[in-house]
């Protein structure tokens, strides 16, 4: 079984400019998580998506959004880059109940100058 | 607000000696709680998964506890090896999402 896939796994982008990261879950799983990487703060949580609804949402700004599709892919978009963004950002999935285990994906290193 | 704390920040061993990871968290009602590998620039690797009704987990080398009443769970590794170096990341499950701690940078010298 193929595991979480994310694209792309590199980018560099400036300051204003807006991008688009991409994960596609593990075959049948239904939820999808982002999370935030970084040195000084750790892993934060973003947001989670089941069944193409966002079911829940960390502490980011507006800036940060995203969307599931009817595949259960998910994309996550950032406006309005800030040097503070630069970052791995992972996704996660499951099959969707709360204790279920999650699975990560790769990672998109996002560098924005 | 659950806190997640792991202790060491940072651990050197020499190859095959038996190791302990601490992880302590605030809050006890959880669903469960993993134990991640991550390797430098790369995603968590899920380790062992322990539902909160679980004392245990064994995998291989690998063999996590979790005492959900005092909020800590070790992670024993056996026989290290070179091959083990990596950050390991304890993660809780309270409620939608995974609260990490800072992790463990693990390196084993052979």
């Known amino acids: 079984k193929a595991g979480v896939t994310q694209t792309p796994r590199y980018l560099i982008k400036t300051r204003g400019q807006q991008v688009t990261l991409s994960c596609s879950p593990i075959?049948?799983?239904?939820?999808v998580s982002w999370y935030q990487q970084t040195p000084g703060q750790g892993l934060q949580f973003l947001f989670e998506?089941?069944?193409?609804?966002?079911?829940n949402k960390g502490n980011f700004p507006g800036r940060f959004s995203g969307r599931q599709f009817s595949n259960s892919r998910s994309e996550m978009n950032v406006s309005t880059l800030e040097l503070g963004d630069s970052a791995l950002y992972l996704c996660?999935?499951?099959?969707?109940?709360?204790?279920?285990?999650?699975?990560f994906g790769p990672g998109t290193r996002l560098t924005v100058l | 607000k659950q806190e997640v704390t792991q202790i060491p920040a940072a651990l050197s061993v020499p190859e095959g000696e038996n190791l302990v990871l601490n992880c302590s968290f605030t809050?006890?009602?959880?669903?469960?709680l993993q134990w991640f590998r991550q390797d430098p620039g790369k995603g968590l690797t899920s380790l062992l998964l322990?539902?909160?009704?679980?004392r245990e987990q064994t995998s291989g080398r690998l063999n996590a506890s979790l005492d959900k009443s005092s909020g800590r769970s070790t992670l024993y590794i056996a026989a290290s090896q070179p091959g083990d170096s990596a950050t390991y990341l304890c993660?809780?499950?309270?409620?939608?999402?995974?609260?990490f701690g800072k992790g463990t940078s693990l390196l084993v010298t052979p």
């Open positions: 996660a999935s499951n099959l969707g109940r709360y204790d279920d285990e999650q699975f």
């Open positions: 322990i539902q909160s009704s679980q």
């Open positions: 993660a809780v499950k309270s409620g939608y999402a995974l609260n």
């Open positions: 075959s049948g799983h239904r939820s």
């Open positions: 998506y089941f069944s193409e609804t966002q079911r």
């Open positions: 809050d006890s009602a959880i669903y469960n």
